[in-house]
């Protein structure tokens, strides 16, 4: 499993695990929704259901412990699963073009096990929906801190995002939980009861009648004293009690064994198996067997009546307790041969059997453990004793890890701080571009497709009027125009070197790529906005130069090059110099020069001194150069507006008029003009109007 998806676990709560397949159980009857991790492996569970293991299998926790995370909410168990397992991924959207909740329903009504990501090109955030068999749940983590929505508000502010969303389908099987081995139990102490086993005859043969030849002996004499006492309302004797045990021990049958066998349990049927992802109304009964449930103590039974030999039963008729059943209560156990004392059983064991059963007195109870026998349970304390220990240590490197890296958060969120602005007109603009491509049904059916730079390579823009009797650039230059009439009467028209009606540019048609970029609103802004910020700032000396050459703007050429000649070393060189946009009048001599900056990263020494050296170079060989102007998208380092000063030899001891002038010769030199672009409109830096 990988280490993002490992490090974002362990961000959750966590507890001990330990015991296996019983711990397994515990946290099945808890509907816990989380990770449980123990060597290694990784184990899933939603709502107390185990949906998917990495790493390793149900027997690598079989008598594990470890540490179980509780998720923050029930559907990051199943999608981090699902995002580990081996997934298809059956389709990518856009969602302008087809809507998430679109998708959302076809897949909830189809029974669809997997997921949704909708990442790529959003950058409020992540936004996910889960499915389990047609049920959904969504999750999103949103902003720079990733802070987490569900459910529902999770689901509509993914429908409301523009990006591309992918669908990938996972297979997903419940895993059931083996059962543990059953703890044992300590052997109770036998209680003895004295139940000899005697055959019961239906029909035993009549006794014998006296003779006169077999005179009873001592223990006869004794025999037939006790039965004739036992028809007496008298106290019972201890001949009477013993008389009773073994008339007792004859009355009980025991209950015949059962031969067959317990019928198996049904098997589960597979389409009514539980959904994990509908919440449980309350926690699933134990699976465990009940420690108070254990099957009665087996008690140690007294000699059987099969000890005793057969002689001595067939010259012996046991009368009963009820005086009813007793045809002779003065009738005579005759014996001709008493039974050997080692074949009898123990009257002082057989007289509490039957005063037992007598006065309804119950056994006494098995003897607990004692000191010197431990609880078998003891072993199992000792053990999560040492995991807590582990946990504790583990736990403290863990938090010494998580100080560090929340300094080093804090320090990469300051940074990130810096660009949230930026980013959020960024945001802005490109979704001004989404809607202008969906408007104008972008790049569908084109039979070309260009790059940026190739595209802008082969175009040219010319500035022309709806009709040269109205307002224009030149009136307004003499006071004659106001900048609505001017603006309303000018139009921008290009011209490609490639049919513009059937390429695309990343995505849109070739008419909405080059009106959003920043060349063309460069060109718009200057023929359309500079020279009245120029004139109304009073700076139309200051920058005298820059205002009388905007009128005679012609055509920009972009990404174009400017033919110089410089003498270096005492030779004539002759080059082509590269610009992003040229100005031109209509003679082809250039006006303005300007170079671009249109990434995140802020504008360099390097890239002002290399616009310095080229319009240096330019203005030496047509001092038709009014201005050299570098527009960034971000912003500029400190050193390089510190080249801008010095190259236009500014500062308190400067006593030129002109603002920002890179001087040549007395009469001769150009202004350098730095500009920043934010959110489709352009702010002069230097020099400051």
């Known amino acids: 499993m990988d280490q993002t998806t490992v490090e974002r676990i362990q961000a959750w709560d966590a507890r001990s695990f330990a015991q296996g397949y019983r711990g397994l159980h515990t946290l099945a009857d808890e509907a816990f929704s989380g990770a449980v991790s123990a060597g290694g492996a990784w184990l899933f569970m939603l709502n107390g259901r185990v949906v998917g293991i990495a790493d390793g299998d149900i027997a690598a926790f079989e008598d ?26 059956r389709a990518k959207y856009y969602t302008n073009d087809t809507p998430l909740r679109e998708v959302n329903d076809q897949l909830t009504s189809g029974n669809f096990s997997g997921y949704i990501e909708l990442s790529e090109n959003v950058l409020s955030g992540d936004y996910y929906v889960v499915y389990y068999a047609g049920r959904a749940k969504s999750i999103a983590f949103v902003g720079t801190s990733g802070r987490m929505l569900t459910d529902d508000e999770a689901f509509d502010r993914a429908a409301d995002e523009v990006g591309i969303y992918s669908v990938n389908a996972v297979d997903i099987d419940i895993i059931d939980l083996p059962e543990p081995e059953p703890e044992p139990e300590p052997e109770p102490e036998p209680t003895p009861v004295a139940e000899p086993d005697v055959v019961d005859d239906p029909e035993p043969e009549p006794e014998p009648a006296p003779t006169d030849e077999a005179e009873p002996d001592a223990d006869d004499t004794a025999e037939e004293s006790s039965v004739a006492a036992d028809d007496a309302p008298a106290e019972p004797t201890m001949a009477n009690s013993e008389a009773a045990s073994v008339e007792a021990t004859t009355d009980v049958e025991p209950e015949p064994a059962s031969d067959s066998e317990p019928e198996p349990a049904p098997e589960p049927d597979a389409e009514s198996a539980p959904d994990p992802l509908a919440e449980p109304e309350s926690p699933p009964a134990s699976r465990l067997p009940r420690s108070e449930e254990r099957e009665p103590a087996e008690v140690s039974r007294a ?7 057969a002689k001595a039963l067939e010259t012996r008729t046991i009368p009963s307790l009820d005086p009813a059943k007793t ?32 006065t ?22 000792k053990a999560e004793l040492q995991n807590q220990k582990n946990e504790v240590t583990r736990l403290e490197a863990q938090l010494e890890q998580a100080s560090t890296e929340r300094d080093d958060l804090r320090a990469e969120r300051d940074d990130l701080a810096a660009d949230v602005e930026r980013l959020e007109a960024e945001v802005t603009r490109l979704e001004d571009l989404l809607s202008q491509a969906e408007a104008s049904g972008a790049a569908v059916g084109r039979e070309q497709t260009l790059s940026p730079t190739d595209a802008l390579d082969g175009t040219n823009l010319f500035i022309r009027y709806h009709t040269k009797g109205k307002a224009t650039l030149e009136k307004a230059f003499h006071g004659e125009a106001k900048p609505d009439g001017v603006i309303e009467n000018l139009r921008i028209e290009h011209h490609t070197q490639f049919d513009a009606s059937s390429v695309a540019v990343n995505g849109a048609q070739f008419e909405t790529f080059l009106t959003n970029t920043v060349e063309y609103r460069f060109v718009a802004w200057t023929i359309q906005t500079l020279i009245f910020e120029i004139a109304d700032t009073r700076n139309t000396n200051a920058l005298g130069d820059l205002y009388e050459a905007i009128p005679k703007i012609d055509r920009a050429e972009l990404n174009a090059n400017v033919g110089v000649k410089y003498i270096e ?109 934010r959110g489709g409109e352009f702010y002069m830096n230097v020099p400051e109007l």
């Open 569 to 677: 070393n005492g030779e004539e060189h002759r080059e082509q110099l590269k610009f992003d946009v040229v100005l031109r009048d209509r003679m082809g001599n250039p006006l303005v020069v300007a170079n671009f900056n249109d990434s995140r990263d802020p504008a360099t020494e390097a890239m002002l001194a290399s616009l310095v050296k080229q319009g240096t170079r330019v203005a030496e060989t047509s001092d038709s150069l009014s201005a050299a102007f570098f527009v960034t998208t971000s912003f500029y380092e400190p050193e390089a507006l510190e080249t801008a000063v010095d190259a236009a030899g500014g500062g308190l001891l400067s006593r030129d008029k002109r603002k920002s002038f890179v001087k040549l010769s007395r009469k001769q030199g150009y202004h350098l003009c730095l500009i920043e672009a």
């Open 327 to 358: 045809e002779d209560s003065g009738a005579r156990i005759d014996t001709s041969k008493r039974v050997n004392e080692a074949s009898k059983p123990d009257r002082s064991r057989v007289r509490e059997s039957v005063s037992e059963r007598a």
């Open 303 to 309: 000699p059987s009546a099969s000890s005793l030999s």
């Open 64 to 89: 594990a412990s470890g540490t179980a995370y509780a998720a923050p909410h029930s559907s990051l168990p199943l999608l981090l699963f699902m995002q580990q397992a081996d997934g298809e991924t």
């Open 360 to 381: 309804g007195t119950p056994t006494a109870p098995p003897k607990q453990p004692t000191a010197s026998q431990p609880a078998p349970e003891l072993e199992d304390l």
